[in-house]
């Protein structure tokens, strides 16, 4: 689609204001000052990717308007791309009845003003103009030109109705009442908007839009990570309050796109097939649908509905033609192949679609056939499916930079978007320095750990190293077992040195009961199939469950068998596991294999000397419980996977570094946990919360935590307050009802 500029409709009538401020919710409980700041630790001078920000304009007020867009035919537009359209063309339209007001535009339902517009609630019809084609592709009703001339171009302008209401007012001076210690609600609010202007500036530059993030069509950012996936860097970039005053966070960011290019190369590349006739047109029909492709012989967009249901020699579509006195009623109809079609009637040469199906790129009940080799992806195409584990290593492979080419980006990066001549932000008078803030940081002292035999373990080289040390509490393992996925490893050589190393640090192994090897003939079969043949196997040789199991993997790093093994022991059998892949067995592996092994049983391998001595500062002479909170999301495109909500509470005070770990599912994409306070209809409450309570009672010596502190992950500024509203409220809940 193509717009162009019409001649403007008359102005809008003036509307009286009738739109009242819209009344905020004010939360229940607030965030308390910083009391003060650290001291410990040796000076150190460092650079953050923040640069500051200086507002010449500090009391300018920021006006919200609602923004309702409306089709001809009265339908609601939802699109943001329409929506952004058509804004920016009512401003280009209207700028003098708007007093030349610059738009913040969120691409939905909300826009902000620096300033208020002349009235409070406003009109408009706007006019977008739009080419289209007189001669499509073929299609169902048989539409399609059947003469084989170029297809006309014809414009039609599309009407939208545009009504803005006066919402809220936003003061800009919120944010520096904000970091001088005061109380404001709208703080959030005002970064917002700053953000929404960052927003639009890279909207208007034809970026992908992820949140805070944006991304250039620049193939120099483009990483292949395989399987017709692209690794495609970008940058976040966000106002952010600081104690140093107002800042621009700069940072780069990684979104994963769609290969750009020819649609028969992404399906190669997606399902490693080597030549076309391997590919899977079931997987690949499920795969393409909603991807967006240009045809090479319109350069027109398309969205993919579906595949033809027959290859293109043999899918028929009815087609229309004129008979050759050119007149209406001479129109005939012929049965005619896609693939006849665009090689006889519109002369272009098919070389490999005669036999895969058509690309649908039309309405449910009025397919529209495109050749496979037409059609290229169009750029900046969003994969939201989960990475493989091989895509994934590939990815964190080559994504890393060394910190001053990442400086080298970060600052290029905001002298050239030159954020303060955007005209929103210019009209509140906003300068960004070119260089990273220096900031004071504090080298902290390594902590000392105490090992076995009240040894101290002190750090080398940034780390603790156990060799020639027993650990702190060591188990003994009588019942295990090594079952053994790899064609290459010795494990009865494995299973001596391990029992050895474990000898020297204080644990006591005895043989395993048995050492289990996979049968050649399953290594071809998929991972899930190997792993139920080998616990068909650890079933009929161990006479009952195993302490733990040592599983040997067949590859050092992202194994297929690791998931299915971890899900089968743990979820169906409840079986503690190791998974190793060994390259070279010495001691610091075994070492380290053992550190893990003695934790996953019941054993401490060290403590804190400050912790052992019960000189924690704050938690030494106050029973005090510390918890862990995060929630975890399914991808991007897994809409229909449960959220995953993980809570993990110390025990044993005034130990700090022992804790019980607490998990449930809860509803797709919530951040706040459901789950720490949840009665149920007997009236018993099964929630996180009581569950690691009564945890901590039971290991403390019958103490009840007195304070509790809680370190929460995963949550912006902007969602503070519901931490303190939802989750601590349920806290609460809890601990009365106890």
């Known amino acids: 689609m193509e717009e162009e500029i019409v001649v403007p409709p008359p102005p809008p009538p003036v509307i009286s204001p009738i739109a009242k401020p819209e009344k905020l919710d004010l939360p229940m409980r607030y965030i308390i000052n910083r009391h003060g700041y650290g001291s410990a630790g040796r000076p150190i001078s460092l650079l953050t990717n923040h640069f500051k920000v200086s507002v010449k304009y500090p009391d300018e007020i920021f006006y919200q308007y609602s923004v309702a867009i409306s089709s001809e035919d009265k339908r609601v537009v939802e699109s943001k791309g329409i929506g952004r359209k058509v804004i920016a063309k009512l401003f280009q339209t209207y700028s003098s009845e708007l007093a030349g007001k610059r738009f913040a535009y969120d691409g939905e339902k909300t826009l902000y003003t620096v300033g208020s517009l002349p009235q409070n609630k406003l009109e408009f019809t706007v006019l977008l103009e739009e080419s289209f084609a007189k001669h499509g592709n073929p299609s169902h009703d048989g539409s399609s030109g059947g003469n084989g001339k170029r297809s006309k171009r014809l414009f039609q302008s599309k009407s939208f109705q545009v009504e803005i209401s006066y919402a809220a007012k936003i003061p800009l001076k919120s944010i520096y009442l904000a970091l001088k210690g005061s109380r404001v609600e709208s703080v959030q609010d005002a970064l917002r908007v700053l953000d929404i202007a960052l927003r639009q500036q890279a909207a208007n530059r034809g970026c992908l839009l992820v949140r805070q993030s944006f991304f250039h069509d620049d193939s120099r950012n483009f990483t292949d990570v395989g399987g017709g996936v692209t690794a495609c860097r970008g940058f976040h970039s966000s106002f952010r309050p600081t ?354 092994i003695n934790t996953k049983l019941g054993g401490t391998n060290s403590l804190l000397a400050i912790e052992l001595s019960s000189l924690v500062p704050m938690i030494k002479d106050t029973p005090t419980m510390i918890l862990g909170m995060d929630v975890s999301h399914g991808s991007p495109g897994q809409s229909d996977i449960p959220s995953i909500a993980a809570v993990v509470g110390s025990r044993s005070w005034p130990l700090i570094s022992r804790y019980r770990a607490a998990v449930r599912t809860q509803s797709s994409k919530v951040e706040m946990v459901e789950s720490l306070y949840k009665p149920s209809a007997n009236g018993k409450d099964d929630g996180i919360m009581r569950e690691l309570l009564l945890d901590f009672y039971q290991t403390s010596k019958k103490c009840k935590p007195a304070q509790i502190i809680l370190f929460r992950d995963g949550v912006s500024e902007s969602q503070f307050n519901q931490v303190l509203d939802i989750e601590l409220n349920q806290m609460i809940k809890v601990i009365s009802c106890l």
């Open 243 to 596: 104690h140093g005053g107002l800042s621009l966070n700069m940072d780069v960011s990684t979104t994963m796109i769609l290969k750009p290019g020819p649609v028969i190369d992404f399906l190669l590349a997606n399902q490693n097939a080597r030549e076309l006739r391997y590919i899977d047109w079931a997987k690949a029909k499920k795969m393409l649908k909603s991807m967006r492709v240009k045809s090479r012989h319109r350069n027109w967009e398309y969205k993919i509905i579906g595949l033809s249901e027959k290859p293109c020699n043999q899918q028929f579509f009815p087609l229309k033609v004129k008979n050759g006195d050119g007149k209406h009623d001479g129109e005939q109809t012929l049965e005619i192949t896609v693939y006849e079609y665009f090689t006889k009637h519109l002369n272009i040469e098919l070389t490999s679609s005669a036999y895969m199906p058509c690309l649908d790129v039309g309405k449910p009940k009025r397919p529209n056939y495109l050749p496979l080799e037409l059609c290229t992806l169009v750029p900046l195409q969003r994969y939201k499916k989960a990475l493989s584990s091989i895509q994934r290593a590939s990815l964190v492979e080559k994504s890393r930079q060394k910190p001053p080419e990442r400086i080298r980006i970060v600052t290029d990066a905001v002298t050239n978007y030159r954020y303060e001549d955007d005209p929103f932000l210019a009209a509140c008078g906003i300068s960004i320095e070119k260089q990273l803030t220096p900031v004071d940081g504090r080298v902290l002292e390594a902590p000392k750990l105490k090992v076995g035999n009240n040894e101290d373990c002190l750090p080398r080289n940034g780390r603790w190293n156990f060799n020639n040390k027993q650990l702190f509490t060591p188990i003994r393992i009588k019942r295990w077992a090594v079952v053994n996925f790899s064609a290459r490893c010795d494990t009865s050589h494995l299973s001596r040195e391990l029992i050895n190393c474990g000898r020297n640090k204080g644990i006591h192994m005895d043989r395993p009961f048995t050492l289990i090897e996979e049968d050649p003939q399953y290594r071809r079969s998929s991972p899930v199939v190997r792993v139920e043949n080998m616990f068909e196997e650890i079933l009929a040789k161990l006479p009952g469950p195993p302490q733990f199991l040592l599983c040997v993997l067949p590859e050092k790093r992202n194994s297929d068998i690791y998931g299915p093994w971890k899900k089968k022991s743990l979820c169906d059998f409840g079986i503690a596991t190791q998974c190793i892949s060994p390259f070279k067995i010495n001691d610091q592996y075994l070492t380290n294999v053992l550190l893990k």
